[in-house]
């Protein structure tokens, strides 16, 4: 707390801070960038430098080579899949916490269970899950890789929207209440309309979580013709591990979907995630 009251009295400090902070991650990324576009025999002679001969073909190459066009469809089902099921049953969830009355008396039982699921480590349970997986024959398909990343994404989702529902107007509910709403009505029609920039920020990040999965999608898909994106860049890097140029442009390509809904929904998603940030 010293330390933070200290910068506040100086912000070119702060400015400074960020400023490493921000290289950190943006020059990686240009690095990774740059490489994507370059021959292959000048990133041994020049890896980290401007690229001296443009070469955008790696990115088609690599298109074609990596089969991005199934692969990028094989990640599309499991993230929509997965927001489908996980979105609304995580509004259900939080609207029964901040808003019934039921639900706000079993809020720390249900807290708790849930920080227990975030905290526990996937390497604990992913064997049991793999062997009861196999016996319900869910192995080795979309249905249950996307039962899987609900189960994970849904604990985060709750407490994410919960915060959200908990600013809302109660007056609203008890005159709908009055009025003879039933509580499927108050979630779809009052909390859900109120709720939006917090949905919209949970999907995006149920989204990314999907997208970069790589533990359970390695494990439980081993048929190529279904395996995600997170999958097939991890076998296509070591099948082209001399060629960093193609691993590169491979890497950019995977990256670019969730880059661009970021830049899209910048202003939405701050908002969501900040919102709830005042009552919890």
Request: with cysteine; proline share 5%; glycine share 4%.
């Amino acid at each position: 707390m010293f330390f933070i009251s200290r910068l506040k009295k100086f912000p070119i400090a702060n400015h400074v801070i960020l400023s490493i902070l921000a290289l950190i991650i943006i020059l990686p990324v240009t690095i990774l960038l740059f490489n994507s576009v370059k021959p292959k025999a000048e990133i041994g002679i020049n890896p980290l430098g401007f690229p001296h001969e443009m070469r955008f073909q790696n990115y088609s190459d690599a298109f074609v080579k990596a089969n991005y066009a199934k692969v990028f469809f094989n990640s599309f089902i499991l993230v929509v899949g997965t927001l489908f099921l996980c979105i609304p049953l995580s509004g259900a969830a939080a609207f029964s916490l901040a808003v019934m009355k039921s639900g706000k008396r079993l809020t720390p039982l249900v807290g708790l269970y849930l920080l227990v699921g975030l905290s526990i480590p996937a390497q604990l349970y992913i064997l049991p899950l793999f062997i009861l997986w196999k016996f319900l024959h869910l192995n080795n398909s979309f249905l249950g890789l996307i039962i899987i990343y609900t189960a994970l994404n849904a604990p985060f989702a709750v407490f994410l929207i919960r915060s959200y529902m908990l600013q809302l107007p109660q007056e609203l509910f008890e005159a709908a209440r009055i009025e003879g709403a039933s509580n499927i009505q108050l979630f779809i029609k009052i909390a859900v309309p109120l709720s939006w920039p917090v949905f919209l920020t949970s999907g995006l990040i149920v989204a990314l979580a999907v997208w970069n999965e790589f533990l359970f999608a390695v494990t439980f898909i081993y048929d190529d013709s279904i395996k995600p994106i997170s999958t097939i860049l991890f076998a296509f890097s070591d099948r082209f591990k001399n060629d960093y140029a193609l691993i590169s442009a491979s890497a950019v390509m995977m990256a670019l979907p969730m880059i661009i809904l970021f830049v899209l929904f910048q202003r939405n998603f701050i908002v969501g995630l900040t919102s709830g940030s005042m009552k919890s």
